[in-house]
């Protein structure tokens, strides 16, 4: 952690749809300030990546997409509240947090 309270080199990963849209490999990392949460992580990658917005998240909202899912360490946070603290290998960057497009269809 920095004397700022920011934690360089959150990992995270992204499905390819938003790796094209925004030029960028599977795997990004994004600076975060301290607590790490869901939202923090998502407004640092918003913020890095601008034409994500709105893809993630609803613009107004700031909702999860219904095809979108977030995982971290093995688990299912896409129905945690946004300001859920990521647990600490995430945020020491030795875990990703995952940005998954869900599949639908029959």
Do not use: Q, W
């Amino acid at each position: 952690m920095t004397c700022a309270g920011i934690r360089p080199g959150i990992r995270v990963v992204l499905p390819a749809h938003l790796r094209n849209l925004a030029g960028v490999p599977r795997e990004v990392t994004v600076d975060v300030a301290d607590p790490v949460t869901i939202e923090r992580v998502l407004d640092a990658l918003e913020d890095a990546y601008p034409m994500l917005r709105g893809t993630i998240r609803d613009h107004g909202t700031k909702k999860r997409r219904a095809f979108v899912r977030f995982f971290a360490c093995n688990e299912d946070r896409s129905h945690d509240p946004p300001d859920t603290t990521l647990p600490d290998v995430v945020a020491r960057g030795e875990e990703p947090f995952l940005v998954v497009g869900a599949m639908a269809g029959g």
